[in-house]
C-alpha cells in the first residue's frame, strides 16, 4: 500500500498551515472546545541508561486530528529527576528534516523546561493550532542532566534521530545524524477533537507493538484500525493508541510491566480512551511457567473489572496460531485452546474480535496462515497485520452502550 505521489505535496501544505498556525495572545483566545482525545501512544519501559546533552528527535504517527496539542514526558522508571530544557513539535519532511514553518516550542506549565520526578509523567501545556490525522509528526527534546535508568519505547518500527547538544529549534537535518529504533522519554500524544470522540487503546504483546511489520510504513495492525476509523462514518473513535511491548504477559512482569501492573498508566490514564482491546496471552501461554487456563481466565477478569470501574468498555481478542515457533508443544496448544474457549464464549467481554480464526491456517488450525506468516510461524506480515484490523468490528469498538 505505496502512498499516492499526487497527495504528498496537500499533506505537507496542510502540515505547514496547521502547525504553523502563531499562538494568540492568552486574552484573545477563545475557550477551546470538544474534548481531550489521545492520538498517539507507546508504553513505557526501562530503556538503558540517560544520556546528558543528548536530543531526541521523535517520529510518531497521529491517528485523530485535532487541535491544542499536548504531549506527556514519562520519567516511570527513573530513580532521580530528569530535566528537558527545550521541547518542540514539528512535522515531519523526511528523514530527521521538518517542514518549514511548522517547528513550534511547547512550554509547560508556561515554562520553556520542565523537571519530571522520578517515577512521574508531566505534560505540556496546549499548542494551539489545529494537527491533521494520520500525520508524521516529530517531538524534539533535549535533556542537560539526563542520568541513571532512561525511561521509553524499545521497539519503535520507526526511526528517530539523536544529537549531541540542542539542536530542537533546528528544521534542517542537520546535527541529527545519529538514528535509532525507540522513543525515549515521550509516551503520550494528545489532542482536542470534537466533542464525543473517543479513543481505542490496543493492550499487547509484540504482534500489537508491530514486530515484523514494515519499519517506517506505520503498519502494524493498530495503524491500520486507525486508518479505517478515520473514515469510518458510523463511529466516533477515532483515536489509537498502542500500548504493545514485545514479550508482555498479562500475569507476570518481564518484557516490560505485566498487563495487569502497567494497566492504570498505559491505558487508564489516557485522556478520551473509551474502549481498551485486551490481545496479550501468547507469551504467558509458551512461557511454560505452571500457569493455567483459571490463571489466564483470572487475569483477564481483572483487567475487565479494573476497565469497567473506570467507564471503559473491554474489546478481547483470541490468541492466534503459534505452531512451528520453538516453543511450542501440544500442552501449550491445548492451553491456548482453553484460553481462547473462554474469551470467545464466557461473554465476560463486552465484544470479542476472534484473531485466532483469522490468522490460522485452513488446513492446520494449529499454524498461521503462510500466506500471513514473516516467516517464524508467531508474528504476521504486513498483510496478516492488515487481515486483524480488517476483522474488528468497529461497532464492537465504539460499544457505544457502555460496558455490561
Known sequence: MRPRRSRVPFLVAL???????????????????????????????????????????????????????????????GDRPVTFDSVYAGVQ??????????????????????????????????????????????????SPDAAGPATGHGMAMQTSYTSQGDHTAQESAENWGSTIGSWFYLDAVTIRASFGTGAVVALGDSITDGWQSSTDLNRRWPDYLARRLQKSGTTTVKGVANEGISGNKVLADGAGQSALNRLDRDVLSHPGVRTVFVFEGVNDIKAHTGVT???????????????????????????????????????AEALRQEVNAFVRDSGAFDAVTDFDRVLRSPYDHERILPFFDNGDHLHPNDKGMQAMADAVDLTGVDCASGPS
Open 93 to 142: 519532511a523526511a528523514g530527521a528534516e521538518l517542514v518549514r514553518g511548522t517547528n513550534r516550542r511547547l512550554t509547560f506549565g508556561g515554562a520553556r523546561s520542565a523537571t519530571v520526578p522520578a517515577g512521574a509523567t508531566v505534560s505540556s501545556d496546549p499548542l494551539p493550532g489545529r494537527v491533521p490525522a494520520e500525520t508524521n509528526l516529530v517531538i524534539s527534546v533535549h
Open 15 to 77: 502540515a505547514v498551515a496547521a502547525l504553523s498556525v502563531p499562538a494568540a495572545p492568552a486574552t484573545a483566545r477563545t475557550a477551546p472546545t470538544g474534548n481531550e482525545v489521545i492520538t498517539w501512544g507507546a508504553s513505557a519501559d526501562r530503556l538503558g541508561e540517560g544520556v546528558p546533552d543528548r536530543g531526541y528527535r521523535l517520529v510518531v504517527h497521529t491517528s485523530v486530528g485535532g487541535g491544542d496539542l499536548r504531549i506527556r514526558l514519562s520519567n516511570a522508571f
Open 293 to 331: 487456563s483459571q490463571d489466564m481466565i483470572a487475569g483477564y477478569r481483572k483487567i475487565i473489572e479494573r476497565a469497567h470501574a473506570a467507564g471503559k468498555c473491554v474489546v478481547g481478542a483470541t490468541v492466534g496460531p503459534f505452531k512451528g515457533w520453538s516453543e511450542w508443544d501440544p500442552a
